[in-house]
């Protein structure tokens, strides 16, 4: 049992914390908005008051935000971890955010005896229920060596990529790739059914050859069913398509697919589906086509 501190109990915050409260550890848990804690408190979590009130009774401290920003105020802030965590201690933030912010923040931390890793992850909402996310993290290894059974009750995949920072390049790569299929998915997709496909004939048609991808087996299936409840949200697909882009802009590297596909993920925001799932992007596409790609058309 290990005592952890969690702070961030959003879509997938939530189930993490769980899974770690079921493998039997000890989490105290804060969020910013009170009532989001409820749940875990009712599983057996404990409740803090402040971010730095978790790190004072934690060895090991969590973070799962949403930007940047939000992640620096919550370590480094007035009433943030680093004022409450020990010498010795580790935060582990699994927040997708800048990696040149994720090293100022390591760097401050360990000014005061305080490790960090970056292990962002992968694998939506039902990853994080499932335990299966894939975690990428960067940090001294043998920090992450200690802290390997915290992540592998959250994740089944858990890959080291180097030193602080390395975590998150490594989830913006993945991004790239990711969001890019996707949107080379929809386009396929609306493309075929504009000219009179069937979804469920072209899901087997292509999930059987080179097309095939994890967009096109998990993501899909949602469209095709009309459904588009998040399991990552597009304002958050946004929020890492803008780090993506600000990190490539830092090391003047180009990149072609991702800006393209970043403005119909804004186009998506502006006509109000920025809570909605990713699939939602197939939207943008299907007004312009005039298409609606769903199993009902077949």
Request: glycine share 14%; aromatic share 4%.
């Amino acid at each position: 049992m290990t005592k952890i501190g969690f702070i961030g109990l959003g879509l997938m915050g939530n189930p993490q914390c769980k899974n770690l409260v079921k493998a039997g550890h000890e989490v105290t848990v804060w969020n910013r908005t009170s009532s989001r804690m409820d749940e875990v408190l009712a599983i057996g979590g404990n409740g803090a008051t402040s971010a730095l009130d978790a790190s004072k009774q934690s060895e090991i401290i969590v973070t799962m935000l949403s930007d940047s920003i939000d992640v620096e105020e919550v370590v480094l802030g007035d009433n943030g971890v680093i004022k409450g965590a020990a010498s010795g201690s580790v935060v582990i933030d699994m927040s997708t955010i800048s990696p040149s912010v994720t090293r100022m923040i390591s760097g401050k931390l360990s000014e005061n005896g305080i490790h960090m890793l970056d292990a962002p992850v992968s694998g939506g909402v039902t990853g994080a229920e499932d335990g299966t996310l894939s975690i990428m993290v960067g940090g001294d290894e043998a920090v992450f060596e200690r802290c390997r059974p915290i992540l592998e009750s959250m994740g089944s995949r858990i890959t080291y990529c180097g030193g602080n920072g390395m975590g998150q390049v490594t989830k913006l790569a993945n991004q790239i790739v990711g969001l890019g299929t996707l949107g080379a998915m929809c386009e396929g997709l609306v493309f075929a059914t504009r000219a009179g496909g069937d979804p469920d004939t072209l899901l087997r048609a292509l999930s059987g050859g080179a097309a095939n991808s994890w967009m096109l087996e998990n993501v899909a299936p949602k469209i095709f069913e009309g459904d588009f409840a998040p399991g990552f949200m597009v304002n958050l697909a946004q929020k890492d398509l803008r780090l993506i882009l600000e990190s490539a802009a830092e090391m003047n590297v180009p990149l072609f697919t991702t800006p393209l596909v970043s403005q119909v993920f804004r186009s998506a925001q502006q006509t109000g589906a920025g809570d909605e799932g990713i699939q939602a992007y197939i939207k943008m596409l299907e007004r312009l086509a005039g298409a609606e790609v769903r199993v009902s058309n077949g």
